[in-house]
């Protein structure tokens, strides 16, 4: 087909919809070339298509017109085409052209499509017209490849929500395939790969690495082949898909580690309703800074964070996924949990890690806490590795000196003491955050009948009120020193205690997020 | 009833703006075709040597080949003679060089200022020229 001038309007592919025939279109071309794509690469299909299919339309358009020279010569009603003002109309008059430096010339009367009346030379042979500049397909809207830069994030999307209501289309690790051109994988293939994967004691494994120890029917595709495997495992509930995006890595869910299956007991929150609207701008900022994976407030993502440890995630081995370290971590199309290794900035130790993306948490650092000698509010200092997806952990330690430091006591009846108390600091503490637990267990237990008595959360935000308080000349204590306390006996995110801070009567803001009980209230 | 032009009883600035009044060349009975068709180029004088006083013709436009009907004389004169490099020059006498900058860009108003800056002559000199009791050319301004 010749090549046609195509004139898209600017925004046909912000407001383009997915069509029935769209879907048509790439389900017969997913069929014909017995591939899986990603949606990226099926959105570039789509655009090459839609091009291909409004060029013809164009054509089918221009058959009816002639395109605008100046050269020609036209009659009374024919109708034109004007490239260069993306625009046609209909001759209605036609006289001579008079201008002395032009010679002999005609002049046409358009009426144009949009209703209004242009005059055009005709029958001049010098203009710059008459040589046609070649088709401008570098504009934005008609080179494929700048379409899917601009666009293409948006087109992905639309096929993504288009696709999923498709049953006869299946996804796996972000590639769609039609589910009729999978291959048969039986319960044979698939009790060997779960042998393979207990073999290997919970290390996840790559589809191809199971397809080595898999008889699979060896004259077909074989990205067809791993891809029927992967739909496979993901629908036999023994298996898990852990790899992050663009890595497909299978481990047997059994094997993976209890904090990665079920969320910690130091983590697992009941929900307390809170009014948002208020918490003041300064709290807000707190939320903010204190990466607590539940919080909602945003910030922007950095490249370098340093957090500073809570309680909970001390004792269950974790780190929080807050807005500012969520860009760090590795992510998934699909997977909850995504197995990879974190790498020890000083030492270049490698720890295998877990990111349990549902509820916002790394697993995997128990052993390294301990080896590090940190306590609760200690710094760690989370960034980018230097290789793709590789992330840096470092605790800010120092030679270990002995200091006060608010201790955490059980006493006789379970309940928590604070006590100012010499300990042993080996690394960098946020002070409004460092806490001592010389015994966890203890805590534990405290933190079990604690909940086993449900003590509501006001009384319980009062009792430790009243315990920190001691430990304050002033009498007062900061909301980020009463949310690192309360986290011990419960989990509890900055905002519903800051909002009941700024509710409740009993407690008074003498500035910048310092209170004080007042139980006279 | 016939409109009057009053002359403004504000005192012109180097700021106020100044444009050709046409009125002025038919008020004043002067041949203001046979003066613009004696500034045309060399080429032109030739090419629109048949053409009438004021006659209209179809001029057509570069990109699109859109055709406009304008005074072929005026036309010729704005949109070349009057861009060639010696239309003025510094031995053109301050009036006419000032006439001749106000059809080079199509008489759109410009003040003893803007004069100056194009032409390298001190901005009061030009306002103390223009704004005199004596109408220079139809130089006035601009209303």
């Given at each position: 087909m010749a090549s046609v001038s195509l004139n898209l309007p600017t925004n046909y592919w912000q407001i383009l919809h997915v069509t029935p025939t769209d879907i048509e279109f790439l389900q017969t071309y997913l069929f014909e070339h017995e591939t899986p794509l990603t949606p990226r690469e099926l959105a570039a299909v789509l655009v090459v298509e839609r091009l291909r299919a409004e060029q013809e339309s164009a054509a089918k358009k221009q058959d009816l017109t002639k395109a605008y020279l100046p050269k020609e010569k036209y009659a009374v009603g024919d109708l034109i085409r004007f490239p260069a003002l993306k625009s046609s109309g209909r001759v209605t008059a036609m006289r001579a052209g008079l201008n002395p430096e032009l010679g002999a010339f005609d002049v046409l009367t358009v009426a144009m499509h949009d209703g209004a009346q242009k005059m055009f030379a005709a029958a001049l042979e010098n203009h710059k017209l008459n040589d046609p500049p070649a088709e401008d397909e570098s504009a934005s809207e008609l080179d494929p490849e700048a379409v899917a830069r601009d666009f293409g994030a948006d087109l992905e999307k639309k096929l993504d929500s288009a696709f999923a209501g498709d049953k006869s289309l299946v996804c796996i690790a972000g590639r769609w395939f039609p589910r009729a051109l999978l291959l048969d994988v039986n319960a044979g293939h698939l009790n060997l790969a779960e042998a393979v994967l207990d073999m290997a004691g919970g290390e996840p494994f790559s589809t191809e690495t199971l397809m080595k120890d898999l008889e699979l029917p060896a004259d077909v595709?074989?990205?067809?082949?791993?891809?029927?495997?992967n739909y496979a495992l993901q629908e036999d509930p023994r298996f898990d898909e852990v790899g992050p995006a663009g890595?497909?890595?299978?481990?047997?869910?059994?094997?993976?580690?209890?904090?990665?299956?079920?969320?910690?007991?130091?983590?697992?929150?009941?929900?307390?309703?809170?009014?948002?609207?208020?918490?003041?701008?300064?709290?807000?900022?707190?939320?903010?800074?204190?990466?607590?994976?539940?919080?909602?407030?945003?910030?922007?993502?950095?490249?370098?964070?340093?957090?500073?440890?809570?309680?909970?995630?001390?004792?269950?081995?974790t780190l929080p996924i807050s807005a500012r370290v969520k860009r760090l971590f590795p992510t998934a199309y699909e997977s909850d949990r995504v197995c990879f290794t974190l790498v020890d900035a000083k030492t270049g130790r490698k720890i295998p890690a877990w990111v349990v993306r549902k509820h916002g948490?790394?697993?995997?650092?128990?052993?390294?806490?301990?080896?590090?000698?940190?306590?609760?509010?200690?710094?760690?200092?989370?960034?980018?590795?230097?290789?793709?997806?590789?992330?840096?952990i470092e605790a800010l330690t120092h030679r270990s000196v002995r200091d006060w430091v608010r201790t955490v006591i059980v006493g006789a009846d379970g309940g928590l003491v604070f006590a100012l108390l010499k300990q042993q600091i080996s690394a960098e503490l946020n002070d409004r955050m460092a806490l001592a637990v010389p015994d966890p267990?203890?805590?534990?237990?405290?933190?079990?009948?604690?909940?086993?008595?449900?003590?509501?959360?006001?009384?319980?935000?009062?009792?430790?009120?009243?315990?920190?308080?001691?430990?304050?000349?002033?009498?007062?204590?900061?909301?980020?020193?009463?949310?690192?306390?309360?986290?011990?006996?419960?989990?509890?995110?900055?905002?519903?205690?800051?909002?009941?801070?700024?509710?409740?009567?009993?407690?008074?803001?003498?500035?910048?997020?310092?209170?004080?009980?007042?139980?006279?209230? | 009833m016939t409109e009057v032009k009053r002359p403004s009883l504000l005192k012109p600035t180097i700021r106020t703006p100044f444009?050709?009044?046409?009125?002025?060349?038919?008020?004043?009975?002067?041949?203001?075709?046979?003066?613009?068709?004696?500034?045309?180029?060399?080429?032109?004088?030739?090419?629109?040597?048949?053409?009438?006083?004021?006659?209209?013709?179809?001029?057509?436009?570069?990109?699109?080949?859109?055709?406009?009907?304008?005074?072929?004389?005026?036309?010729?004169?704005?949109?070349?003679?009057?861009?060639?490099?010696?239309?003025?020059?510094?031995?053109?006498?301050?009036?006419?060089?000032?006439?001749?900058?106000?059809?080079?860009?199509?008489n759109q108003p410009m003040s003893a200022e803007d004069l100056s800056a194009r032409m390298g002559r001190p901005a009061n000199t030009i306002l103390t020229t223009l704004a005199g009791p004596r109408v220079y050319k139809g130089l006035r301004p601009a209303q």
């Amino acid at each position: 087909m010749a090549s046609v001038s195509l004139n898209l309007p600017t925004n046909y592919w912000q407001i383009l919809h997915v069509t029935p025939t769209d879907i048509e279109f790439l389900q017969t071309y997913l069929f014909e070339h017995e591939t899986p794509l990603t949606p990226r690469e099926l959105a570039a299909v789509l655009v090459v298509e839609r091009l291909r299919a409004e060029q013809e339309s164009a054509a089918k358009k221009q058959d009816l017109t002639k395109a605008y020279l100046p050269k020609e010569k036209y009659a009374v009603g024919d109708l034109i085409r004007f490239p260069a003002l993306k625009s046609s109309g209909r001759v209605t008059a036609m006289r001579a052209g008079l201008n002395p430096e032009l010679g002999a010339f005609d002049v046409l009367t358009v009426a144009m499509h949009d209703g209004a009346q242009k005059m055009f030379a005709a029958a001049l042979e010098n203009h710059k017209l008459n040589d046609p500049p070649a088709e401008d397909e570098s504009a934005s809207e008609l080179d494929p490849e700048a379409v899917a830069r601009d666009f293409g994030a948006d087109l992905e999307k639309k096929l993504d929500s288009a696709f999923a209501g498709d049953k006869s289309l299946v996804c796996i690790a972000g590639r769609w395939f039609p589910r009729a051109l999978l291959l048969d994988v039986n319960a044979g293939h698939l009790n060997l790969a779960e042998a393979v994967l207990d073999m290997a004691g919970g290390e996840p494994f790559s589809t191809e690495t199971l397809m080595k120890d898999l008889e699979l029917p060896a004259d077909v595709n074989p990205k067809l082949a791993e891809f029927s495997l992967n739909y496979a495992l993901q629908e036999d509930p023994r298996f898990d898909e852990v790899g992050p995006a663009g890595k497909v890595l299978w481990c047997l869910e059994r094997l993976e580690p209890e904090g990665v299956r079920t969320v910690p007991v130091p983590l697992q929150y009941v929900e307390i309703t809170y009014d948002r609207a208020v918490l003041t701008d300064q709290m807000v900022a707190l939320e903010a800074q204190v990466d607590d994976e539940l919080g909602q407030a945003s910030a922007p993502p950095a490249d370098e964070v340093t957090i500073s440890l809570l309680y909970p995630h001390w004792r269950a081995g974790t780190l929080p996924i807050s807005a500012r370290v969520k860009r760090l971590f590795p992510t998934a199309y699909e997977s909850d949990r995504v197995c990879f290794t974190l790498v020890d900035a000083k030492t270049g130790r490698k720890i295998p890690a877990w990111v349990v993306r549902k509820h916002g948490y790394v697993y995997g650092l128990a052993d390294w806490y301990k080896s590090q000698e940190l306590m609760p509010g200690a710094l760690i200092r989370v960034r980018r590795g230097g290789q793709p997806g590789e992330v840096r952990i470092e605790a800010l330690t120092h030679r270990s000196v002995r200091d006060w430091v608010r201790t955490v006591i059980v006493g006789a009846d379970g309940g928590l003491v604070f006590a100012l108390l010499k300990q042993q600091i080996s690394a960098e503490l946020n002070d409004r955050m460092a806490l001592a637990v010389p015994d966890p267990a203890a805590v534990d237990a405290a933190r079990e009948q604690a909940a086993k008595s449900r003590v509501s959360f006001e009384d319980l935000t009062r009792n430790l009120m009243r315990e920190l308080t001691k430990l304050s000349p002033q009498g007062h204590v900061h909301a980020q020193e009463l949310y690192a306390g309360i986290n011990i006996l419960r989990r509890v995110p900055p905002a519903p205690l800051m909002a009941l801070l700024a509710t409740h009567p009993e407690y008074t803001h003498v500035g910048d997020l310092h209170y004080r009980l007042d139980e006279a209230a | 009833m016939t409109e009057v032009k009053r002359p403004s009883l504000l005192k012109p600035t180097i700021r106020t703006p100044f444009q050709i009044d046409f009125e002025w060349w038919k008020e004043s009975e002067r041949d203001w075709q046979v003066y613009l068709r004696s500034l045309l180029c060399p080429a032109h004088q030739e090419s629109l040597a048949n053409l009438e006083d004021g006659q209209m013709i179809d001029w057509v436009e570069e990109n699109t080949a859109e055709v406009r009907e304008v005074d072929g004389i005026q036309h010729a004169l704005m949109s070349h003679c009057a861009r060639q490099e010696d239309f003025v020059t510094q031995k053109t006498a301050l009036v006419e060089a000032v006439f001749r900058l106000f059809l080079a860009n199509g008489n759109q108003p410009m003040s003893a200022e803007d004069l100056s800056a194009r032409m390298g002559r001190p901005a009061n000199t030009i306002l103390t020229t223009l704004a005199g009791p004596r109408v220079y050319k139809g130089l006035r301004p601009a209303q």
